[in-house]
């Protein structure tokens, strides 16, 4: 297997962290892992990218226009971590279905085929009393999304080894909310049909 | 075999563990900080007594590392590449006279740079200091080579470098956790005058002598497992006139390369269904020549991939035949990228044949879609309730027009402020103030001159611009900003409280106490929450820089860190808004510039974002309107509608 997950958002939302649980997963699973991540200025309000590479590659770095899926958890970040998704790539995203995508990005997710995959896990969170929880509630969601590498129960079963125990009960909650935001939420893939490929 | 992910800088701690090492030092400084932190971490897990310490600069950490090996242990020391600037006098010493126990300097580049004064390159500085290097592409390989480092050192008894970079250092990859090498290592320092103290016709013979190490590690470079070459599988169909073919004429194109470049043209290949011969060199010098001459000699054209310089190619004798670096194939600065690497390749493959043409159908490019857009642009900023803001807020209402030097740190970010002039090196905003004070003073003008530094800064290179400051009589305001901490780099504690390293209690070196000890005649202590009285501080200190028998003045703007220590904020939170009388004229936004202050474009108002903002209060002071305000408690009937009645929640 060889998957390219490029994960964005701003310093304080858990890129680190899903980074790290999607690592895990891939490692129990058998998989080598590689990938790079940045840091320093990501507490000081800056835009926080992690490449996570799951198959036997040495490059740390994903190229623009070949990530499987892009995981982000902030609207501005996931238009910036657009160009590195690969036609018929999938982004993830934590925002209301209803504000997302700007119609004018249309035009270019169409000739890219990028299916969107929106999903407010900032009601969630907020909904559970923590903010910081938005992060799993996204993870939740990725699992229904067509292609995603990892099921919901190796995941879940990640996350738990990777946080804090006192937050167990609280993540179950969280990442069940981001399943079952998929069965609510009018974010249906948006896979253009005239797309041709070469 | 136990497998377990981990960053880079964890796995080069591995390495060092793994190798026995007795002593490791060092000064933070990104992408090198998480490595002191991975040696505590398993000296904790496995009850070693290595001994660890956060040093007060480069030059110190390697010196003490290094007497540790001249006594018979395993000492490493860690630092970024501009640190190896301020350690390379020991460094380039101690080529010359050598090591006992073996001795590793980590040293992590960072290539573009992404938190760095420059985007130099360790290898070459290895050349210059006569220091064989290991350049790793991965976090496991940084491993690998951390251990055989000191092999290496302890086998020819020299400095060995460890070479990392950005992306190795924060990469994750999966590793292996072996054996620790228990080797007992007893201090046992024997005398050696014309070695350990040799003198300048002393020096000449070691110098002869390290030429002939280097020459002997060469040799075995050679041969080192690390210096791998990559040859094409046979392809299908014809394998023995394929090889008569490769025999008879040179395979038309191959690259030698070093570091993550390495793996990303492997990956790029690979993605591409393309085969060449190719060459890694994981022991960059001194370059084994004969096994890179072999591989050019067999080959029409090569292509060197390697970063941020060209010490790999730099090394090779006769370049007639080679791309890289030196012919302008491959930028000469930042970082290359996947994204900057491609279309030099798949140009090169081409024109060897090795690549079919393009199809025609490109997808479009991003970079018009996305600038329609405005995205906000997120550029680092100090945190919300970070003292610095409150200090450069004042420096620049209390000075404005003067010139404000600056030095390495979170408080660097005051160039968002504009209360940062200058950001030269670590250190150098005393020194800069005095040399600014001198330039005006030969023109008989008067600058108003306020200089900026942090605590961990000011320990680690301050003290002796300061006290040359004195010495010389020069005048400037010096305003140490005192958050108790390295922050940017991952709050290491510093001398100037008692906490060391592995969380057990040293002894202080107090700032003031240093601050005086160079004879310094004003010093004061001020909170720079507390504005007014700070801008009063202020004042008074520049009136000191002007009096006759005035010179220096000091003041230590004392105010933690506040991710790291939220007590303060927490003991005394508040909360503000923004009234509705708000104009949007901005002010606020750019004199304050707190992240928590947000325009809501829609009303062109400024709103107080709650989920950032940490109740810090001092952005009332920005709007001079008076429209933040601090929020009025709620009353008892107010809190009851909010909690709901019946419920029995009390506020």
């Not at chain 1, 035009?107 to 995959?117: E, F």
């Not at chain 2, 310490?53 to 860690?78: D, H, Q």
């Not at chain 2, 250190?427 to 200089?451: C, E, F, N, P």
């Amino acid at each position: 297997m060889r998957y390219a997950i490029l994960l964005a958002g701003i310093g304080g939302q858990g890129v680190l962290f899903a980074h790290n649980v999607l690592a895990e997963c891939a490692l129990a699973q058998g998989f080598n892992v590689t990938g790079a991540e940045t840091h320093g200025m990501s507490q000081r309000g800056g835009s926080v990218v992690s490449h996570l590479k799951i198959g036997d590659t040495a490059a740390p770095l994903i190229r623009q226009g070949t990530a499987d899926f892009v995981i982000a958890f902030d609207a501005a970040e996931a238009y910036r971590a657009l160009p590195y998704l690969k036609r018929s790539g999938t982004l993830i995203v934590n925002v209301s279905p209803e504000n997302f995508p700007d119609a004018q990005i249309q035009p270019q997710l169409d000739a890219w085929a990028i299916a969107v995959r929106a999903c407010d896990a900032d009601t969630i969170a907020r909904n559970l009393d923590r903010a910081s929880a938005a992060n799993v509630a996204l993870l939740g969601f990725a699992t229904t999304c067509e292609n995603f590498p990892f099921t919901a129960v190796a995941l879940r079963a990640a996350i738990a080894r990777i946080a804090h125990p006192r937050f167990t009960a609280l993540n179950e909650k969280a990442f069940t909310e981001g399943i079952n935001a998929c069965q609510d939420s009018h974010s249906a893939a948006r896979r253009a049909s005239t797309a041709t490929l070469p | 075999m136990k497998q377990k992910v981990v960053l880079g800088n964890e796995a080069i701690a591995r390495g060092l563990v793994e190798a026995g090492v007795n002593v490791v030092t060092g000064y933070p400084g990104t992408p090198s900080s998480e490595i002191i932190p991975g040696v505590i971490a398993l000296k904790k897990e496995y009850a070693l007594d290595t001994y660890i310490e956060w040093s007060v600069n480069e030059k110190v950490a390697l010196e003490v590392a290094l007497a540790a090996s001249w006594a018979g242990k395993r000492a490493a020391v860690t630092m970024k590449q501009v640190g190896l600037n301020v350690a390379s006098d020991p460094l380039l010493s101690a080529a010359y006279t050598g090591v006992i126990g073996g001795f590793v300097l980590i040293v992590c580049d960072d290539p573009g740079p992404y938190s760095s004064q420059t985007e130099q390159d360790t290898r070459l500085f290895a050349i210059f200091a006569k220091a064989p290097v290991f350049d790793p592409a991965t976090p496991r390989q940084a491993k690998e080579m951390t251990r055989a480092a000191f092999e290496l050192s302890e086998k020819y008894r020299v400095p060995v470098i460890v070479r990392s970079s950005l992306r190795v250092s924060h990469a994750r990859q999966n590793i292996s956790l072996d054996a620790l090498d228990s080797t007992p290592r007893a201090a046992n320092f024997k005398k050696d005058t014309a070695r350990w103290a040799a003198t300048p016709r002393y020096r000449l013979l070691l110098h002869q002598e390290l030429n002939e190490k280097l020459a002997k590690i060469k040799d075995e470079f050679e041969t080192s497992p690390f210096n791998i070459k990559f040859t094409p599988t046979q392809t299908a169909g014809e394998p023995q006139k394929q090889k008569a073919k490769i025999r008879k004429h040179k395979f038309p194109f191959g690259i030698i390369g070093a570091g993550v470049p390495f793996a990303t043209a492997q990956e790029l290949l690979d993605e591409l269904g393309v085969q060449i011969p190719m060459l890694q060199i994981g022991a960059v010098y001194p370059l084994p020549q004969n096994l890179v001459n072999d591989f050019i000699a067999q080959r029409q054209r090569v292509l060197i991939l390697e970063e941020p310089d060209a010490a790999l190619e730099l090394q090779i004798d006769d370049r007639s035949k080679v791309h890289g670096r030196l012919d302008g194939t491959i930028p000469n600065a930042g970082e290359l990228s996947p994204e900057v690497l491609e279309p030099i390749l798949t140009r090169l493959l081409r024109e060897a044949r090795l690549l079919a043409e393009p199809r025609a159908a490109n997808l479009p490019a991003w970079g018009a879609a996305l600038q329609n857009l405005h995205l906000p642009m997120r550029g680092p900023r100090l945190c919300p309730g970070c003292g610095h803001r409150s200090a450069f807020y004042t420096i620049r209402r209390a000075f404005p027009g003067a010139f404000y030097a600056s030095d390495i740190g979170c408080y660097t970010l005051g160039t968002n402020l504009r209360a940062v002039d200058t950001c030269l090196d670590m250190g150098a905003a005393i020194t800069m103030a005095s040399g600014m004070y001198q330039a005006y003073r030969l023109d008989g003008k008067h600058k108003a001159i306020v200089a900026t530094i942090g605590d961990s800064t000011f320990i680690h290179s301050g003290v002796t611009g300061l006290a040359n400051a004195v010495h010389t009589g020069a005048r400037f305001v010096l305003v140490i900003l005192d958050n108790s901490t390295t922050a940017m780099t991952g709050f290491q504690p510093t001398a100037d409280h008692t906490r060391l390293a592995d969380g057990t209690e040293g002894a202080r070196v107090g700032i003031p106490d240093l601050v005086r000890a160079c004879g310094v005649k004003f010093l004061r202590t001020a909170d720079p929450y507390a504005m007014d009285e700070f801008q009063r501080v202020l004042k008074q200190a520049e009136q000191f820089t002007q009096a006759p028998d005035g010179g220096v003045a000091v003041i230590i703007a004392e105010r933690p860190c506040v991710l790291n220590d939220r007590t303060p904020i927490d003991e005394h939170p508040i909360r503000v808004e923004v009234t509705d009388e708000c104009d949007g004229c901005k002010y606020c936004l750019v004199a304050f510039e707190c992240p928590s202050l947000v325009m809501n474009v829609a009303k062109n108002q400024v709103e107080i974002n709650h989920q950032t903002c940490v109740d810090c209060g001092q952005c009332i002071d920005s709007c001079y309107k008076g429209f933040i305000v601090e929020s009025k408690p709620m009353t008892i009937l107010e809190l009851a509608e909010k909690v709901g009645s019946g419920n029995g929640l009390v506020a």
